[in-house]
Nanobody, 123 residues
Framework: EVQLVESGGGLVQAGGSLRLSCAAS????????IGWFRQAPGKEPEGVSC????????YYRDFVKGRFTISRDDAKNTVYLQMNSLKPEDTAVYYC????????????????WGQGTQVTVSS
């Protein structure tokens, strides 16, 4: 059974940092592309960042470029999202998701999702 568990969310002041973790089990982790998504109250979900498997390449949405860093530790079956210089508009539930094929593209099928972790940035 594919399982993804996010952790590391919390309440932080604007300008602060958080590191989210996505711990995976039940599949060959290093073969999978992992993405981070978020959903703010009243808004549609949106992609944030992504890291592919072989020769990992990374992708960031413009609104997090230079502030967020995605990385993966295949030995620990974990992907991280380091979030610096947080802004109130980063407030959302953050989800990680896994795709068994494809890199970080708009057509990648992220079939498995975690339960999410809340990030709240106060002004």
């Amino acid at each position: 059974e594919v399982q993804l568990v996010e952790s590391g969310g919390g309440l932080v002041q604007a300008g602060g940092s958080l590191r989210l973790s996505c711990a995976a089990s039940g599949f060959t982790f290093d073969d999978y592309t992992i993405g981070w998504f978020r959903q703010a109250p009243g808004k549609e979900p949106e992609g944030v960042s992504c890291i592919s498997s072989v020769e990992p390449s990374t992708y960031y949405r413009d609104f997090v470029k230079g502030r967020f860093t995605i990385s993966r530790d295949d030995a620990k079956n974990t992907v991280y999202l380091q979030m610096n210089s947080l802004k109130p508009e980063d407030t959302a539930v953050y989800y990680c998701a896994a795709a068994s094929s494809g890199g970080c593209t708009s057509k990648t099928d992220f079939a498995s999702w975690g339960q999410g972790t809340q990030v709240t940035v106060s002004s």
